[in-house]
């Protein structure tokens, strides 16, 4: 079944967020104070809104509480961003994403019972900082303060070498849940699975085991 999403706030992080659930083919409602930024999502989204959110009955005559999912992407403004976030979770919505400014405006979020606390700009620092650090990172994304999965690009040192010859889970306690070969995605490779130049390894791990291979792959290109 399609789910049905809100966006409130249309910033960068929200309009984004909007953008792609649209293009997923997703129904969202798409919320923000100023009249203009909700002008420029008339043809992206499902329903646009122009409303101040941190009034409750504003919320209950747009019928929140039966939507899916509720992104408050709300930018500078903390206490508005609390406020609504406090009243989505009084009035029952099922799932509450909010953009968090800073780790106190986080824990906030998280006493009141916001389902997913995200960072964008944190996050997006700590991907470009793997990125640029070691030229065989491709990507990467936190899975929680510990762990995170990444992508890293196979250079000569693993070239020709079989998973079960590199042994990753048992000397960096680290799972390799799929290999990108071309357009291809091999999904649970095998032990006895070769690397070939141009795979990357989709890898999940704690941070500190993931950052030792991150090393040992650096060694070498």
Same mark, same amino acid.
């Given at each position: 079944m399609k789910k049905e999403f809100v966006v409130i706030g249309l910033g960068r992080f929200g309009g984004s967020i909007c953008r792609a659930l649209a293009e997923q083919g997703m129904d969202v409602m798409a919320i923000d104070q100023d009249e203009d930024k909700v002008n420029e999502f008339l043809d !992206? %989204?499902?329903h646009t809104v122009i409303a101040?959110?941190?009034?409750?009955?504003?919320?209950?005559?747009?019928g929140i509480r039966?939507?899916?999912?509720?992104?408050?992407a709300i930018g500078e403004d903390i206490q508005s961003s609390i406020l609504t976030t406090l009243m989505l979770k009084e009035m029952g919505?099922?799932?509450?994403?909010?953009?968090a400014q800073n780790d106190y405006h986080e824990k906030v979020l998280r006493k009141i019972g916001?389902?997913?606390v995200?960072?964008?700009?944190?996050?997006?620092?700590?991907? !470009? %900082?793997?990125?640029?650090?070691?030229n065989n990172v491709l990507d990467y994304l936190e899975l929680s303060d510990e762990y995170s999965i990444v992508e890293i690009a196979v250079n000569s040192l693993l070239i020709g070498h079989s998973l079960i010859e590199l042994d990753v889970r048992a000397k960096y306690g680290l799972n390799i849940v799929a290999i990108k070969r071309g357009k291809d995605i091999i999904?649970?490779?095998?032990?006895d699975d070769y690397l070939e130049e141009g795979d990357i390894l989709i890898v999940i791990g704690a941070d500190s085991d993931i950052?030792?291979?991150e090393k040992k792959v650096m060694t070498v290109d």
């Open positions: !992206i %989204a499902t101040n959110t941190t009034d409750e009955s504003v919320l209950k005559n747009l039966n939507f899916d999912h509720v992104i408050v919505v099922n799932h509450i994403t909010v953009k916001a389902n997913h995200v960072h964008p700009e944190r996050d997006m620092g700590k991907r !470009i %900082a793997h990125y640029i650090v070691s999904v649970s490779p095998q032990a950052n030792r291979f």
